[in-house]
């Protein structure tokens, strides 16, 4: 149950930086928070209590004690993703400081709100 | 006020979210295609390693997608961040027991990269994880020696050949069998490392293809610092 709490605690906070923030690198990262509780609410969805990794490298595992793994590769795929976004992200954010000389969202023109 | 409205959509968002989340029970066993997977996974790959048999042999199609989405991103940003001026990073040197260091650890992360990647099949890891790996040895590099170059026709023909790699494991399912990456080679015994049948084969090319990706995507970041 924390985790989902924590998932949550997470997205709320990523979007609340993305909204508030002026600074676009803390844009930037307040995307990449959200991204997080995004892979965590799928990785605990797919939890089973006491539950171990979906991987029969162990004589005796049985498929009855493992956690779901399909969870697992999606967030790898969010994972992946994720790393895209934010590396394509940072780049426009270099472009706009070499064009604007400032970081601030509130100078840069027509980029407030 | 933007604060006052940043909360009030935070909490309709958090309202949403918690009575949607509120029906998901926590921690309970469910009868989805998960169980299917664990069930048959071995059976029908080889692969030991049911996250990886999922992303490469089930949903082989979409990490097709994943890689194709990884590489337009380091296209993007190559394009973004082209700049006829600037090719060179600066000249600094960090201290000497930084480029000692990295120059003790860089081919033990390379190997480690590339264990992660090979065993993809049988522990925890594949592709992108030891591709990531990799990049991190080579990140090490940029930052202690700026004068370390890697050559960017390299790592666009190391990129351009494991594509190639993984889109020919696909169509030879396509020939020999009857999709489209559809597992034609023996699936062995489950465990060993020749197991498992086409998922070494295109997990290997993923690793290659995403160190080369992010190796090429951390110099051009390097490169615009002024």
Same mark, same amino acid.
């Given at each position: 149950?924390? *985790?989902?709490?924590? $998932?949550?605690?997470?997205?709320?906070?990523?979007?609340?930086?993305?909204? =508030?923030?002026?600074?676009?690198?803390?844009?930037?990262?307040?995307?990449?928070?959200?991204?997080?509780?995004?892979?965590?609410?799928?990785?605990?969805?797919?939890?089973?209590?006491?539950?171990? %990794?979906?991987?029969?490298?162990?004589?005796?595992?049985?498929?009855?004690?493992? /956690?779901?793994?399909?969870?697992?590769?999606?967030?790898?795929? $969010?994972?992946?993703?994720?790393?895209?976004?934010?590396?394509?992200?940072?780049?426009?954010?270099?472009?706009?400081?070499?064009?604007?000389? =400032?970081?601030?969202?509130?100078?840069?023109?027509?980029?407030?709100? | 006020?933007?604060?006052?409205?940043?909360?009030?959509?935070?909490?309709?968002?958090?309202? *949403?979210?918690?009575?949607?989340?509120?029906?998901?029970?926590?921690?309970?066993?469910?009868?989805?295609?998960?169980?299917?997977?664990?069930?048959?996974?071995?059976?029908? =790959?080889?692969?030991?390693?049911?996250?990886?048999?999922?992303? /490469?042999?089930?949903?082989?199609?979409?990490?097709?997608?994943?890689?194709?989405?990884?590489?337009?991103? %380091? =296209?993007?940003?190559?394009?973004?961040?082209?700049?006829?001026?600037?090719?060179?990073?600066?000249?600094?040197?960090?201290?000497?027991?930084?480029?000692?260091?990295?120059?003790?650890?860089?081919?033990?992360?390379?190997?480690?990269?590339? *264990?992660?990647?090979?065993?993809?099949?049988?522990?925890?890891?594949?592709?992108?994880?030891?591709?990531?790996?990799?990049?991190?040895?080579?990140?090490?590099?940029?930052?202690?020696?700026?004068?370390?170059?890697?050559?960017?026709?390299?790592?666009? *023909?190391?990129?351009?050949?494991?594509?190639?790699?993984?889109?020919?494991?696909?169509?030879?399912?396509?020939?020999?069998?009857?999709?489209?990456?559809?597992?034609?080679?023996?699936?062995?015994?489950?465990?060993?490392?020749?197991?498992?049948?086409?998922?070494?084969?295109?997990?290997?090319?993923?690793?290659?293809?995403?160190?080369?990706?992010?190796?090429?995507?951390?110099?051009?970041?390097?490169?615009?610092?002024?």
């Amino acid at each position: 149950m924390v *985790y989902y709490v924590t $998932a949550l605690l997470l997205i709320l906070i990523g979007i609340y930086a993305i909204l =508030t923030k002026k600074n676009i690198i803390k844009i930037v990262i307040g995307l990449s928070i959200v991204d997080s509780g995004v892979n965590l609410l799928l990785i605990s969805i797919g939890y089973i209590k006491n539950g171990t %990794a979906p991987i029969f490298s162990l004589k005796g595992l049985t498929p009855d004690q493992m /956690v779901d793994p399909v969870p697992q590769a999606l967030v790898l795929t $969010a994972i992946v993703i994720g790393l895209g976004v934010t590396a394509v992200a940072l780049s426009l954010v270099i472009r706009l400081y070499d064009h604007h000389k =400032t970081l601030n969202i509130n100078k840069i023109r027509k980029l407030k709100w | 006020m933007r604060k006052v409205t940043a909360i009030f959509v935070l909490a309709v968002i958090g309202f *949403y979210m918690i009575s949607i989340i509120a029906t998901i029970p926590f921690g309970v066993k469910r009868d989805n295609v998960g169980q299917h997977y664990l069930k048959n996974t071995v059976k029908e =790959t080889g692969a030991v390693n049911t996250v990886t048999a999922i992303v /490469v042999s089930y949903r082989g199609f979409d990490t097709l997608g994943e890689v194709t989405v990884l590489f337009l991103a %380091a =296209t993007g940003l190559g394009a973004i961040l082209f700049d006829k001026k600037s090719k060179k990073r600066r000249l600094q040197h960090a201290s000497l027991i930084v480029r000692v260091g990295a120059h003790l650890l860089y081919p033990l992360i390379v190997l480690l990269g590339a *264990y992660v990647f090979v065993h993809g099949h049988l522990t925890p890891g594949g592709g992108f994880q030891g591709g990531a790996i990799i990049a991190t040895g080579v990140l090490l590099m940029f930052m202690s020696y700026r004068t370390f170059e890697t050559s960017h026709k390299v790592l666009v *023909y190391i990129e351009s050949l494991a594509g190639i790699v993984f889109v020919l494991a696909g169509f030879s399912g396509l020939i020999w069998g009857n999709s489209f990456l559809q597992n034609i080679l023996p699936a062995g015994e489950a465990g060993t490392l020749l197991s498992a049948g086409i998922i070494p084969i295109i997990y290997i090319a993923v690793g290659f293809k995403v160190g080369a990706e992010l190796t090429g995507l951390l110099d051009n970041l390097l490169k615009t610092i002024k």
